[in-house]
Antibody, heavy 118, light 107 residues
Framework: EVQLVETGGGLVQPGRSLKLSCVAS????????MSWTRQAPGKGLEWVAS????????YYPDSVKGRFTISRDNAQNTLYLQMNSLRSEDTATYYC???????????WGQGVMVTVSS | DIQMTQSPSSMSVSLGDTVTITCRAS??????VNWFQQKPGKSPRRMIY???NLADGVPSRFSGSRSGSDYSLTISSLESEDVADYHC?????????FGGGTKLELK
């Protein structure tokens, strides 16, 4: 059974940093691209970052480019999201997702809440 | 960036209804569209991949279709468990973009 378990969320002040982790199980982690997607309270979904299976390439929307860094440790089956210079508009539930090749985002974690507030 | 314009943003429905939600892509995304169902406090669940393919375990009353740049999710004979939010996603190119979401509410 595919499982994605996110940790690392919490309350953080504007301008500070936070690092999210996602531990994957139930599939061969290093065969899949992975992503982070977020959802602000009461709002829609927003893609945040993606990384290739080897970790050699990464992709970001303009809203987080230069502030967020996606990375992975294939030996530990773990995906990361380093978030720097956090802003109030980064407040959201962050989901780890598996990219099922041509099948899109096929599995989602339970999500972790990040609140940016002073 | 590709815009996915989703409509309607909300819909009042009755059990047994046939419901159709549509996303219009601002550029060609081919077949690379997902549909997700999301219930309150839960993670999204993939319902459709490659625009028309039913994901594993999804009831056959759900279907996906494409007409040009319009992608639709149809729910036939709506059941109570289908009342949820629905989102489309294009994954043809980066940045990945979602539609604004559709909230189904019972009349």
């Amino acid at each position: 059974e595919v499982q994605l378990v996110e940790t690392g969320g919490g309350l953080v002040q504007p301008g500070r940093s936070l690092k999210l982790s996602c531990v994957a199980s139930g599939f061969t982690f290093n065969n899949y691209w992975m992503s982070w997607t977020r959802q602000a309270p009461g709002k829609g979904l927003e893609w945040v970052a993606s990384i290739t299976n080897s970790g050699g390439s990464t992709y970001y929307p303009d809203s987080v480019k230069g502030r967020f860094t996606i990375s992975r440790d294939n030996a530990q089956n773990t995906l990361y999201l380093q978030m720097n210079s956090l802003r109030s508009e980064d407040t959201a539930t962050y989901y780890c997702t598996r990219d099922g090749h041509t099948m899109g985002m096929d599995y989602w974690g339970q999500g972790v809440m990040v609140t940016v507030s002073s | 960036d590709i815009q996915m314009t989703q409509s309607p943003s909300s819909m009042s429905v009755s059990l047994g209804d046939t419901v159709t939600i549509t996303c219009r892509a601002s550029q060609d995304v081919g077949i690379y569209v997902n549909w997700f169902q999301q219930k309150p406090g839960k993670s999204p669940r993939r319902m459709i991949y490659r625009a028309t393919n039913l994901a594993d375990g999804v009831p056959s009353r759900f279907s996906g279709s494409r007409s040009g740049s319009d992608y639709s999710l149809t729910i036939s004979s709506l059941e109570s468990e289908d009342v949820a939010d629905y989102h489309c996603l294009q994954y043809d190119e980066y940045p990945r973009t979602f539609g604004g979401g559709t909230k189904l509410e019972l009349k």
